[in-house]
């Protein structure tokens, strides 16, 4: 049987990699999704990557809120893209226009205080939060009108 100190230290893990527990003298496994599902104000520290599935738009369309990054590609025309509402309070979201040919987009729907969220240049960016079933605007680049 291995000590844990001579285990192979991890550089990542999944929400379904099991972690080792030692509580009341007994051993236990947990879930790294229940560990963190369930810890109140976890303080990370460090060059912190969120979740590598980025949703890609580059057409008018719902901002997918599953993903904690949406890059926008936006084509010659206007349009506008609908955020729904969030899964959990606090929840943060960030957009990020990669690419354009002269377009514009819009989010005016879920928007705290009826605004809008315009992005209108390659590099404009919006920090989002949801809080009281809207989602606030607390960074970025993109105008807010």
Do not use: C
Not at 45 to 58: E, P, R
Not at 75 to 98: D, E, F, H
Not at 111 to 128: E, K, P, Q, S
């Amino acid at each position: 049987m291995s000590k844990v100190s001579e285990l192979t230290a991890a550089s990542s893990i999944g929400r379904s990699d099991l972690l080792y527990v030692a509580q009341s003298n007994n051993s236990k496994k947990v879930t790294a999704a229940t560990l963190f599902d369930n810890t109140l104000d976890p303080t990370l520290k460090g060059n912190v990557s969120l979740d590598s599935s980025v949703q890609i738009l580059a057409s008018p369309g719902i901002i997918d809120v599953t993903k904690p990054v949406t890059q926008l590609s936006v084509s010659a025309s206007n349009g506008t893209l609908t955020i729904p509402a969030g899964i959990k309070a606090n929840q943060i979201k960030i957009l990020i226009m990669t690419t354009s040919s002269g377009g514009t987009y819009t989010i005016s729907s879920n928007i705290a205080n009826n605004a809008n969220v315009l992005f209108t240049d390659v590099g404009d960016t919006a920090t989002l939060m949801y809080n009281s079933n809207k989602w606030f605007v607390i960074g970025g680049t993109a105008s807010i009108t």
